[in-house]
C-alpha cells in the first residue's frame, strides 16, 4: 500500500524510474540500479524492438539481466554483471543468438537468420561500431544496433 502513495506522488515517467528502477516485476527490491541505452531491431526492413510479445511486461520468460520495456526503445540490465550483446539478445523472449563457424545466427520467433546464406546479412552494431557480439560487454547508454535483410522481401 505504501508503493502505490510513493509511485502515485511521483507524477512523472522518469521521477517514476529513477525512484524504482524497472518494474516489469516485483524482483524483491534488491535492485538498486540499472543500465540503459537505446536499442533499434530490425528484421527485412521491419522495425522489432517495439513489438509487445518481446517486452518485459508482455512475456512469460523476461530476464532482468537484458530486457526491453513498452514504453520506450531501451534495452535495460539490471543483473548482478554485464551482459555481452550475444548473451542480452539470447535474453530477450522469442530470441535466440549463436555463433557457428565465426558467423551470426539468430532465430527470431521461430525463423532462423544464418549470416552463412549468401542472402543474409546481419549487422550488430555498438555506437555505430560493428562489435562481436559475443565479446562486447553492454554499458550504461551504449546505443544497440541489429539489422538482419535476409532477401526474402526482394
Known amino acids: 500500500m505504501q508503493r502505490r502513495t510513493v509511485l502515485?506522488?511521483?507524477?512523472?515517467l522518469p521521477g517514476?524510474?529513477?525512484l524504482s528502477g524497472c518494474l516489469s516485476d516485483d524482483h524483491g527490491g534488491e535492485i538498486e540500479e540499472f543500465e540503459r541505452g537505446e536499442i533499434e531491431i530490425t528484421?527485412?526492413?521491419e522495425s522489432i524492438e517495439s513489438m509487445d510479445k518481446i517486452q518485459a511486461e508482455h512475456a512469460d520468460n523476461d530476464s532482468i539481466d537484458f530486457h526491453l520495456h513498452e514504453f520506450d526503445d531501451y534495452w535495460y540490465m539490471e543483473g548482478e554483471e554485464?551482459?555481452?550483446?550475444a548473451?542480452?539478445?539470447?535474453?530477450?523472449?522469442?530470441?535466440?543468438?549463436e555463433r557457428v563457424d565465426d558467423s551470426n545466427v539468430v532465430t527470431f520467433?521461430?525463423?532462423v537468420y544464418d549470416e552463412r546464406d549468401s542472402e543474409t546479412t546481419i549487422t550488430v552494431e555498438v555506437d555505430g561500431e560493428s562489435?562481436?557480439?559475443t565479446v562486447h560487454e553492454l554499458a550504461d547508454r551504449e546505443s544497440?544496433?541489429?539489422?538482419?535483410?535476409s532477401g526474402e522481401n526482394d
Open 8 to 12: 502515485a506522488g511521483l507524477g512523472s
Open 16 to 18: 517514476f524510474l529513477a
Open 43 to 45: 528484421i527485412d526492413g
Open 82 to 85: 554485464r551482459a555481452t550483446v
Open 87 to 97: 548473451e542480452g539478445l539470447d535474453l530477450l523472449p522469442h530470441f535466440e543468438y
Open 109 to 111: 520467433d521461430g525463423t
Open 131 to 133: 562489435v562481436d557480439p
Open 144 to 149: 544497440l544496433v541489429l539489422e538482419i535483410e
